[in-house]
């Protein structure tokens, strides 16, 4: 079913994790069509996509929630496939605004899924959240773990999935695969792309990086007394170059009348204090801490087992949590030439 003739459409291909597939289906020969608001994200960042994937992708600015606009952008361009990445994605915030996420997770996801129907385009990829399975024992995940989302983000992951297997029930004609990343963090190993969202951060790395270049005085670790082995939260960090490299497999074993769900994950646990001692050595920094009380739809521990999609497809994370400190640095030195 894969073609590499026709555009795959990627939506929110301006972000973090969009942003570095981009450059991978560029890589693979693909030809990309970018729908993005830029609500989270930057067209600088084109220009880095370009030179790093060796071609141009085409850009789209708008609302996935626009239908017309979604409509004219897939008849113009006929792509083959579609990369599914907008969406609001910090797990505070939506605790915070949760019909806003609703409305753009799962009503943005809703119109597109519409539009690539009537269009005959049936092959999508979704970018799916490890949060899906909430505060789950025991770790490491499968795909076949329990799911109890814990926050309204994590509901709108898990109901985008649940609407994707109904889908495919009820017409084979559809090839869907929802990938459950776990955390991504990292930078291009170039150092000419990485995470550069708008407004205040809300992943660690990009405050991380923001004490140790000295813009804030110290990283808040949100409690110190979960339940492991250091009393911070456990998460299962990958590099972003990895995670990008899997949606390329996605789109050449994507299969008709198949509703697959995959965890994309290391298999290896890192405590939020580990993390910060691995910025320290990867840029030489004191990154000063401070404990503060948890954080609301926040988890104690969350570590994949990654082995299903390392046996369907091969895939298997390159990326140390060193590679991962190391190449996020470089991106900060780099902005800052």
């Known amino acids: 079913m894969?073609?590499?003739?026709?555009?795959?459409?990627?939506?929110?291909?301006?972000?973090?994790?969009?942003?570095?597939?981009v450059v991978?289906?560029?890589?693979?020969?693909?030809?990309?069509?970018?729908?993005?608001?830029?609500?989270?994200?930057?067209?600088?960042?084109?220009?880095?996509?370009?030179e790093l994937g060796g071609a141009e992708p085409v850009l789209e600015e708008g609302d996935i929630r626009d239908r017309g606009f979604i409509d004219d952008v897939i008849a113009r361009h006929r792509p083959q496939s579609?990369?599914?990445?907008?969406?609001?994605?910090?797990?505070?915030?939506?605790?915070?605004?949760?019909?806003?996420?609703?409305?753009?997770?799962?009503?943005?996801?809703?119109?597109?899924?519409?539009?690539?129907?009537?269009?005959?385009?049936?092959?999508l990829v979704f970018s799916s959240s490890c949060s899906v399975h909430?505060?789950?024992?025991?770790?490491?995940?499968?795909?076949?773990?329990?799911?109890?989302?814990?926050?309204?983000?994590?509901?709108?992951?898990?109901?985008?999935?649940?609407?994707l297997d109904r889908l495919v029930g009820a017409d084979h004609s559809w090839a869907t695969v929802s990938l459950r990343y776990?955390?991504?963090?990292?930078?291009?190993?170039?150092?000419l792309l990485g995470e550069a969202g708008r407004g205040r951060p809300r992943n660690i790395m990009p405050w991380l990086v923001d004490v140790a270049a000295g813009r804030k005085s110290e990283l808040e670790v949100f409690g110190d007394d979960w339940p492991t082995p250091d009393g911070t939260c456990v998460r299962d960090y990958l590099h972003v170059v990895d995670v990008a490299r899997v949606h390329v497999?996605?789109?050449?074993?994507?299969?008709?009348?198949?509703?697959?769900?995959?965890?994309?994950?290391?298999?290896?646990?890192?405590?939020?204090?580990?993390?910060?001692?691995?910025?320290?050595?990867?840029?030489?920094?004191?990154?000063?801490?401070?404990?503060?009380?948890?954080?609301d739809g926040d988890v104690s521990s969350l570590v994949a087992d990654a082995s299903r999609v390392q046996e369907l497809w091969g895939w298997r994370p390159e990326f140390t949590v060193a590679d991962m400190c190391a190449d996020t640095w470089r991106h900060e030195l780099t902005r800052r030439d």
């Open 24 to 50: 991978e289906l560029l890589r693979d020969g693909r030809r990309a069509v970018i729908v993005d608001d830029f609500s989270n994200s930057h067209p600088g960042v084109l220009a880095a996509v370009a």
């Open 2 to 21: 894969d073609s590499l003739e026709r555009p795959v459409l990627v939506t929110g291909g301006a972000g973090y994790i969009g942003s570095h597939t």
């Open 134 to 163: 909430g505060e789950t024992d025991p770790t490491p995940l499968n795909e076949d773990s329990p799911v109890a989302p814990a926050n309204p983000y994590a509901f709108t992951k898990l109901t985008c999935e649940q609407m």
């Open 182 to 191: 776990f955390n991504p963090i990292g930078a291009h190993p170039s150092g």
């Open 249 to 295: 497999l996605a789109l050449r074993h994507m299969e008709a009348g198949s509703a697959r769900v995959l965890n994309i994950g290391t298999g290896v646990g890192t405590s939020v204090l580990e993390l910060i001692r691995a910025m320290e050595q990867a840029s030489g920094r004191d990154i000063p801490h401070r404990i503060s009380g948890r954080r």
């Open 82 to 123: 579609a990369i599914h990445f907008a969406a609001k994605k910090a797990v505070g915030e939506s605790v915070e605004i949760p019909a806003t996420y609703l409305d753009i997770n799962i009503g943005g996801t809703a119109t597109l899924v519409a539009a690539l129907h009537d269009a005959g385009v049936r092959n």
